[in-house]
Structures are given as structure tokens and as C-alpha cells.
T-cell receptor, first 109, second 112 residues
Framework: GIQVEQSPPDLILQEGANSTLRCNFSDSVNNLQWFHQNPWGQLINLFYIPSGTKQNGRLSATTVATERYSLLYISSSQTTDSGVYFCAANTGTASKLTFGTGTRLQVTL | DGGITQSPKYLFRKEGQNVTLSCEQNLNHDAMYWYRQDPGQGLRLIYYSQIVNDFQKGDIAEGYSVSREKKESFPLTVTSAQKNPTAFYLC???????????FGQGTRLTVV
């Protein structure tokens, strides 16, 4: 099945800084999603982005399907951005989303 | 409000007991999924259902069972055969298989 790798595994930022999280995947994807897992464990949908670029406020994402990677950009980070960011993908023939192991982000004052 | 509701939020079980986790959605989605998350890990698929009265095993189905008698509901039973059931369980749904998935708030199961 598809392999999904995320980097970096951990990231510490000062409030106001920008960051880029990366997701590499091993096969052509039908679906690629970015999630933020909050401290209570809930997965919040950030982007559904099998290809192209999307923006939502301070967050944006780009997926380059031909090169098999996706990037999540966080600008002007805030303490509420802290948590774990997951990338998940599946191929057209797969029945499930395969998750990466996540990037744990801590934003400090 | 539209969404996915999991209950209970926290569940304690004695070893040797079966326990059932509830998942209900009012999004009119055909596909539903159960994932398990262990501390510091990503999510792994337990079971999924493409349509009512149909379900398939995921990567870690041993020790679990499901049913899909109604479109809105996809309960997960953790049986006594599951060797290490303490984990965070997340239910998800999507319009069809392989479309954008949405998750419930999760149930944290602890075996005591």
C-alpha cells in the first residue's frame, strides 16, 4: 500500500513565526488531506487537496501530485496552532486513508 | 447540527469484557470507518463500511467486530480477544469511499 512520510517530526516555534510541514507519499493519490489534532484528540479538517494550492486564512497547502509531495504552510503562528498535524492519503484503488506519523508543533510565547 | 457523534468520550473496561463504542452521523454519508490511535502514533484502520449491510476488515481487525444495519450508525465492539485494547478510537465518514473524510471526537478506552 501507499506509504506516507511526514517531516519534521517535531517543531518548536515562537509566536509569529512561519513554518512549512512536508508530506511525501509513495504513489499517485486520489485523496490527500491535512488534519490538525487538537489537545482533546479531535481531528480537524484543514485541507482536502489531492492537487493544486488552497488557502484558508493563515494556512495554505500545496500538493504537487507528479512529484508526490504536499506542503502545509502556517504563517504568523499562534499558540492555538499547537498540536499534531497529520497528512493522510489514499490511491484510487485503496479503501482507506493512510496516515503519516504526524508533525508535533509547539508554538511558544 | 450536522456531524459525527461518538459516545462515550471515556470508557473503562475490565479485562475479559466486551464493550461497544457508538458512532452516529447525520451527514448522509455512505462510507464509515473506524480507526485506532496509540500514543504518539498515526491512525490505523480497523474496519470500514462502504454501504449499509456491508463492511470490510482493515489492517488491524483482529479482536474487533462491527455492524452496519443503518446508514447513520456504525458501532464498534471491542471483544475480549483484543489483546491490547487501551487506545483512542476514532470514527469517520465520507460521502463515498475515497472521498473527503470527517472525524468524530473520539472515544478513549482504558482497560483496568
Amino acid at each position: 500500500g501507499i506509504q506516507v512520510e511526514q517531516s519534521p517530526p517535531d517543531l518548536i516555534l515562537q509566536e509569529g513565526a512561519n513554518s512549512t510541514l512536508r508530506c511525501n507519499f509513495s504513489d499517485s493519490v486520489n485523496n490527500l488531506q491535512w488534519f490538525h489534532q487538537n489537545p482533546w484528540g479531535q481531528l480537524i479538517n484543514l485541507f482536502y487537496i489531492p492537487s493544486g494550492t488552497k488557502q484558508n486564512g493563515r494556512l495554505s497547502a500545496t500538493t504537487v501530485a507528479t512529484e508526490r509531495y504536499s506542503l502545509l504552510y502556517i504563517s504568523s503562528s499562534q499558540t492555538t496552532d499547537s498540536g499534531v498535524y497529520f497528512c493522510a492519503a489514499n490511491t484510487g484503488t485503496a479503501s482507506k486513508l493512510t496516515f503519516g506519523t504526524g508533525t508535533r508543533l509547539q508554538v511558544t510565547l | 447540527d450536522g456531524g459525527i457523534t461518538q459516545s462515550p468520550k471515556y470508557l473503562f473496561r475490565k479485562e475479559g469484557q466486551n464493550v461497544t463504542l457508538s458512532c452516529e452521523q447525520n451527514l448522509n454519508h455512505d462510507a464509515m470507518y473506524w480507526y485506532r490511535q496509540d500514543p504518539g502514533q498515526g491512525l490505523r484502520l480497523i474496519y470500514y463500511s462502504q454501504i449499509v449491510n456491508d463492511f470490510q476488515k482493515g489492517d488491524i481487525a483482529e479482536g474487533y467486530s462491527v455492524s452496519r444495519e443503518k446508514k447513520e450508525s456504525f458501532p464498534l465492539t471491542v471483544t475480549s480477544a483484543q489483546k491490547n485494547p487501551t487506545a483512542f478510537y476514532l470514527c469517520a465518514s465520507s460521502m463515498r469511499l475515497n472521498t473527503e473524510a470527517f472525524f468524530g471526537q473520539g472515544t478513549r478506552l482504558t482497560v483496568v
